[in-house]
């Protein structure tokens, strides 16, 4: 069964700092990467996804990520966080027709 | 607003009671999905209807029984449940991947609803 890991559950950061949340996956084939956010008592949204081209995609709020293929990889960045980026993040993969999430990594942004 | 609404946003109800989830896709989409979220543990998806069809249902028990009456609607209708089954509720609705081909995949996310909270006592 494919399978996507987010190594960090829950992330603690000073405002200004940089971040980034990793996510690897388990399927060898062609897929499609997407990271979502979940603000506090919201719903789930996209920041942005890969299908092919250029490797390092620019999403909403800053937000970046890089497809490292050899590495099973597709890693959330931000140069500098804010505190309105405190959410919840998940990683997904569009394998064929299926998709699937990884267990979500907890950002918590002190100001 | 997302397109997709899901009513009740809280739901509390007994072992024995019945009740139904109700999801609404205002985005012209032909795919909607049933997904599981606890603490801790990855998105689980329960139902994908394509075209009003059931096309997935990854062992779900039969507590949990789903109902896409056109391609706007989904219901999800729950009876007999345990506590465990306690978790947020989300519905998703896109373009189906399956049907497209990958010139077109670019356009695929799913949206989701805000979830029903869901809590059995």
């Known amino acids: 069964a494919q399978s996507v890991s987010q190594h960090n559950h829950h992330v603690i950061l000073s405002e200004a700092a940089s971040l980034e949340l990793g996510c690897n996956y388990s399927y060898g084939g062609t897929v499609n990467l997407f990271w979502y956010v979940q603000y506090p008592g919201q719903h789930l949204q996209l920041l942005l996804k890969y299908f092919s081209g250029d490797p390092l995609v620019k999403g909403i709020k800053g937000f970046e990520a890089e497809f490292i293929k050899s590495k099973f990889s597709f890693n959330l960045r931000k140069p500098s966080v804010q505190w309105s980026d405190t959410a919840e993040y998940f990683c997904?993969?569009?394998?064929?027709?299926?998709?699937?999430f990884g267990t979500g990594t907890s950002l918590t942004v002190i100001p | 607003e997302t397109g997709v609404t899901q009513t009740p946003r809280h739901l509390v109800m007994g072992m024995t009671n019945k009740k139904s989830l109700k999801c609404e896709q205002h985005?012209?989409?032909?795919?909607m999905y049933w997904y599981k979220q606890s603490a801790k543990k990855p998105l689980e998806l329960m139902f994908v209807?394509?075209?009003?069809?059931?096309?997935e249902n990854n062992s779900v028990p039969s507590r949990f029984s789903p109902e896409c009456p056109n391609s706007s609607h989904l219901f999800l209708h729950l009876h007999t449940l345990q506590p465990e089954d306690s978790a947020l509720y989300l519905c998703a609705s896109s373009q189906d991947p399956g049907f497209s081909g990958q010139a077109t995949r670019s356009s695929y996310e799913q949206y989701f609803g805000p979830g029903t909270r869901l809590t059995v006592t």
């Open positions: 209807y394509s075209l009003e069809e059931r096309v």
């Open positions: 985005l012209g989409h032909n795919a």
């Open positions: 997904a993969v569009l394998t064929g027709n299926q998709f699937y």
